[in-house]
């Protein structure tokens, strides 16, 4: 199919090549447009050069108006995909302002837009900016949400460019929407189409008073990319997440607990007809043994806290399916400092799962808060020490091993007859 890819002026302009590279591996034909500010942060021919095909730059070009370019493109592209896109240009969008080729565009063709927003966290919370957001929303144009994180202003926040893959899946999604056109490749060889999946992500909050609680620094992120690649993948996904203030992917079910407890409830009473349970939550060890009904005030110089230990899920998911003979695929998480593989496959087997997936949270650039990882998977032949990926790859890498483990399984011949 053929996408109009639009490229603005900001800093995540340089990811806009990925994204080009991303849509053209799934068979996509790309015609980039630039801006004028685009250009300042990425030249043209790092786009001709990828996608082999002239980038358009100016409205007023000598030779692109032979057949009203603008025009022509508009009723020919299937997809206008924006990326980065800027305050500005949503403003544009917003109020039918059309001053060059990419305002043009938007206004001219009747194609599915979508846009993915970049820009400071203020100016994306900014009133103004949130109302054109709004009115686009409202009239049927699809976003791919910024993320969270230190941005190139020095600004920790919302506002940074989605990650490429995020936005080549929401590309697709519309191009190619379940059950309509041809399947994509990955789609019609996926092992988890049609498959029962529970991801648990974040934290827990574990409370010592109405106003007080022990918690920990998971953002929800690697869960969260888990489950948004399974639900590509065509799986039935429901996510069991605990508080954060990261935005969850669309699955086909979120539910939001806030302790160890209510996550042992919500993922116990489901995992029974699941076919994977991922437990990527960083679910609490300890919770007080009692929570006080009011307030704690301050007594003594010091306090003592009673902890007792929290149900290990996972632990109890394990041990049901070894005493059941069948259950899901189990895949834990394991947060290490050192000698990871061996503590993790220590850990594999006292709980009785597949995989276990071990971060080496000793690393600044993996594990919580940052958008990479650098996985080590431990599986019954071995460990597999990975490289450091961005979090939504080292999600398909997971799931890569777990296609394998799903293969041969029952559920897995239907899906795949089907
Ligand atoms: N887990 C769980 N229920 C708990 C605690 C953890 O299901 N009450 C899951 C986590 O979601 C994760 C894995 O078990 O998949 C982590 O195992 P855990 O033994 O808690 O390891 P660590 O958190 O790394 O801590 P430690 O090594 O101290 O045991």
Redesign the pocket.
């Known amino acids: 199919m053929l996408i109009a890819l639009g490229v603005t002026g900001g800093i995540g302009a340089y990811k806009a090549v990925e994204v080009a590279r991303g849509l053209q591996k799934r068979g996509h034909e790309v015609v980039a447009i630039m801006t004028a500010s685009a250009t300042k942060f990425v030249g043209p021919v790092t786009f001709e050069a990828i996608t082999r095909r002239r980038v358009i730059t100016d409205q007023f070009e000598s030779g692109a108006n032979s057949d009203i370019e603008h025009i022509a493109l508009a009723s020919s592209i299937d997809l206008l995909l924006v990326a980065p896109a800027t305050a500005n240009i949503l403003g544009k969008f917003a109020n039918g302002l059309a001053d060059d080729f990419l305002s043009t565009l938007y206004t001219a063709t009747r194609a599915p837009v979508l846009v993915a927003p970049a820009m400071n966290t203020n100016m994306f919370a900014h009133e103004a900016v949130r109302r054109n957001l709004d009115a686009l929303a409202a009239r049927g144009v699809r976003f791919v949400d910024p993320g969270e994180g230190y941005l190139a202003c020095g600004w920790i926040g919302k506002g940074r460019l989605a990650e490429p893959d995020e936005i080549v899946a929401a590309a697709e999604a519309i191009l190619r929407p379940t059950g309509t056109g041809p399947a994509p490749r990955e789609a019609a060889a996926s092992v988890l189409g049609g498959r029962r999946v529970i991801v648990?992500a974040g934290p827990?909050y574990e409370d010592v008073d109405p106003v007080r609680f022990i918690g920990n620094r998971s953002s929800g992120r690697m869960g969260f990319a888990i489950a948004a690649e399974a639900a590509r993948r065509g799986a039935d996904v429901t996510l069991i997440m605990g508080p954060t203030a990261v935005e969850p992917p669309a699955v086909r079910d979120v539910v939001k607990v806030r302790s160890?407890a209510d996550?042992?409830d919500a993922?116990i009473g489901l995992a029974d007809r699941a076919d994977l349970v991922?437990?990527?939550?960083?679910?609490?060890?300890y919770s007080p043994v009692e929570r006080a009904a009011q307030k704690v005030h301050k007594a003594g110089e010091t306090l003592t806290l009673v902890l007792r230990?929290?149900?290990?899920?996972?632990?109890?998911?394990g041990r049901r399916r070894l005493a059941a003979g069948r259950g899901p695929v189990l895949?834990?998480?394991?947060?290490?400092t050192e000698r990871v593989s061996e503590?993790a496959e220590a850990?594999r087997a006292?709980?009785h799962?597949d995989l276990?997936?071990a971060n080496d949270v000793s690393r600044s650039d993996a594990g919580f808060e940052v958008d990479t990882n650098a996985v080590t998977i431990v599986g019954a032949h071995g460990a597999e020490v990975l490289p450091l990926m961005t979090k939504t790859r080292a999600a398909a890498e997971i799931l890569d091993r777990v296609e394998r483990l799903l293969a041969g399984s029952p559920a897995a011949t239907r899906a795949l007859r089907n």
């Open positions: 648990t827990t160890a996550m042992h993922v991922v437990m990527a939550a960083a679910v609490a060890d230990k929290t149900p290990d899920i996972l632990g109890e998911l895949v834990g998480f394991a947060a290490e503590q850990k006292h709980k799962v276990i997936v």
